[in-house]
C-alpha cells in the first residue's frame, strides 16, 4: 500500500487527484497537502488527512514525509502560463526552487515523485503538428521554460541517483468541478459555464487555434497509471506526451450548439493568451506513453460535451 502527499491538493488538478487516489489507495493513505488561504473543505477535507505544504518550505514537507510514512509525492505545485507571465519570478520559486525541494527531499526519503509537465514546454521551433515525444523544446514563457526546466531537473534526479521520477505533459484540462485560473486554454472550460448559464461567451482565442484538450477523468487516469507502470518498460520519464482532442474555438462552440442551439459565442481575442496559444502545438503524437506504459483515453469532445453539460446543469441549478 502507498502512502501518498498532494502537493497543491485544492488545486484544478489536486482536488479530484486527490480524491481519486483516495479511492484507489484508502483514504488514510493520501495526504491532501494546502496552502495557507488555499485550505480544503467539503468532502476533500472530510474525507482523509490534511496538512499545510507550501513547497518552498522543505522543512515542513519534510515533517509530513516523517509523520505519514509518505513514499510516493504528487507535486502539483505551479502557476499557470498566464500568470506566470505575470510573476515569473513566483514562477520559477514555486515551479522550480519548489521542485528542488521535493526532489531532495524524496531522494533523502526514497520516495517515488510525478511532477507534471504541459503542453507549455514547447514552443517556436516545435514540429505544431503530431509533436513527436523527443523533438525541440525552446519556449519562450516563463511557464514553459520552469516546464522544461522541470522536466530536465527530474530526469536528471532519475539518472544520477535512480529517483523513481515520473510525468507526463498535460494539455489544457477541462473539469466540472474546481476551475483553472490563470491558463490559455482556460476557454475551453469557461465556454461549458456560459452555455450552462444561458449567457454569451466571449472567447480570448482566435478561430482556427488548435490546441491539445483533454477531460479530467482521463488525466487522472493518466497520472496514476503512469505511476503504476511496470518501470522496466519505460524508456522515457519526465515527460510522456499524452493526447485525446484537439479543437479550436469554432469547433467545441459548435459542438455545444448541438445541445443549446441558442447559444452565443463572440471572439475578442487576448494578446497574451493567444502568443501564448500560437507557440504551442496543434496535437501531440502520445505513441510511446501508448507503448511504453499502455495509456488510452476515454473521452473525445462529443462525449466529454455531454457530461460535461450534464454535470455542470446539474450543479449549477
Ligand atoms: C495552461 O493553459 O496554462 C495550462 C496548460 C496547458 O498547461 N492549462
Redesign the pocket.
Known amino acids: 500500500m502507498k502512502n501518498i502527499l498532494v502537493i497543491g491538493s485544492t488545486g484544478q488538478i489536486g482536488s479530484e487527484l486527490t480524491l481519486e487516489l483516495r479511492k484507489h489507495y484508502g483514504n488514510d493513505h493520501v495526504v491532501a497537502g494546502f496552502i495557507t488561504g488555499c485550505e480544503p473543505k467539503g468532502i476533500l477535507k472530510e474525507s482523509g488527512p490534511s496538512e499545510l505544504a507550501d513547497v518552498t518550505n522543505p522543512e515542513q514537507l519534510e515533517a509530513i514525509v516523517k509523520k505519514y510514512n509518505i513514499d510516493t509525492i504528487y507535486n502539483l505545485a505551479a502557476l499557470?502560463?498566464?500568470v506566470a507571465e505575470s510573476k515569473p519570478r513566483l514562477a520559477w520559486k514555486i515551479g522550480i526552487d519548489g521542485l528542488w525541494n521535493v526532489l531532495e527531499l524524496a531522494r533523502q526519503n526514497n520516495c517515488a515523485v510525478f511532477t507534471p509537465s504541459?503542453?507549455?514546454s514547447f514552443g517556436e521551433g516545435t514540429p505544431a503538428y503530431k509533436t513527436p515525444q523527443d523533438t525541440i523544446q525552446r519556449p519562450r514563457t516563463m511557464?514553459g521554460v520552469s516546464k522544461v526546466t522541470t522536466e530536465m531537473l527530474s530526469d536528471y534526479y532519475h539518472t544520477k541517483y535512480g529517483l523513481d521520477t515520473r510525468a507526463v505533459r498535460?494539455?489544457?484540462?477541462i473539469s466540472n468541478v474546481t476551475p483553472?485560473g490563470?491558463?490559455?486554454?482556460?476557454y475551453a472550460v469557461d465556454i461549458y459555464y456560459s452555455a450552462v448559464k444561458g449567457e454569451k461567451f466571449i472567447c480570448p482565442i482566435a478561430e482556427g487555434t488548435l490546441m491539445d484538450m483533454m477531460y479530467m477523468p482521463d488525466a487522472l487516469r493518466a497520472a496514476i497509471s503512469l505511476m503504476e507502470a511496470d518501470p522496466t518498460k519505460l524508456i522515457h520519464r519526465n515527460a510522456f506526451n499524452i493526447a485525446s482532442m484537439s479543437f479550436a474555438p469554432e469547433t467545441i462552440y459548435a459542438e455545444i450548439k448541438k445541445h443549446k442551439p441558442e447559444f452565443e459565442m463572440e471572439i475578442q481575442v487576448d494578446p497574451l493568451k493567444q502568443s501564448i496559444a500560437d507557440s504551442?502545438p496543434d496535437c501531440l503524437d502520445d505513441t510511446c506513453a501508448r507503448q511504453e506504459w499502455g495509456w488510452k483515453p476515454e473521452y473525445d469532445l462529443s462525449s466529454m460535451t455531454v457530461d460535461m453539460l450534464e454535470k455542470l446543469s446539474a450543479r449549477l441549478k
Open positions: 499557470l502560463s498566464v504541459s503542453i507549455g511557464y498535460f494539455p489544457g484540462i483553472p490563470g491558463g490559455t486554454t482556460d504551442w
